[in-house]
């Protein structure tokens, strides 16, 4: 079902913001607690971050292919290999946040001026089949909330497992 353009203006506005609320919900980890994980193949608040970098720089392309490329393919990845073959602990975090501010302001500025005609172009992801512009918007515009989530809930576990007796 196609979006109006009321709603894609509200995805598009709530895509802006993302990286607000990534940079408010990394503010409040302390320092002491950025490679803490809260489990097993669970990722540390840096490794969130990392990924919300790389994710971004994915996003960007993505958007990219399907505005401007013939019969688009989107290639996924394994992003749990990523953090752990890109060594995301060893990752400069500065960095990670500043690749989110920028790919996501300089795609916020694409999307504002793609032609109308992008938004019912479909593409053709390597894991999920079916892939259209819309779906991508959809995706994307709550990602960086999804992980300022994640981050505030590491927070709160690494919070309770340093005030438990024997924490």
Known sequence: MA???????????????????LRDAFARVPREAWKWRPGPDRWSVHEIVCHCADSETNAAMRIRYLAA???PVIVGYDQAR??????????????????????????????????????????????SGTY???????????????HSGQ?????AAWRAEETSPGG
């Open 132 to 146: 259209s512009a819309e779906d991508w918007l959809t995706i994307y515009a709550g990602h960086l909330e999804k």
């Open 82 to 127: 990523w953090a752990r073959v890109l060594d995301y602990h060893h990752a400069r975090i500065e960095l990670a946040l500043a690749a989110v501010d920028v790919m996501r302001a300089h795609t916020v500025n694409l999307l504002r001026h793609l032609p109308e005609s992008v938004w019912s172009i479909v593409a053709t992801h390597t894991e």
């Open 3 to 21: 979006l109006t353009a009321d709603q894609r203006e509200a995805l598009f506005q709530r895509y802006e913001g993302g990286p607000v609320l």
């Open 151 to 155: 981050i505030d809930r590491n927070l």
């Open 69 to 71: 490329e013939e019969n």
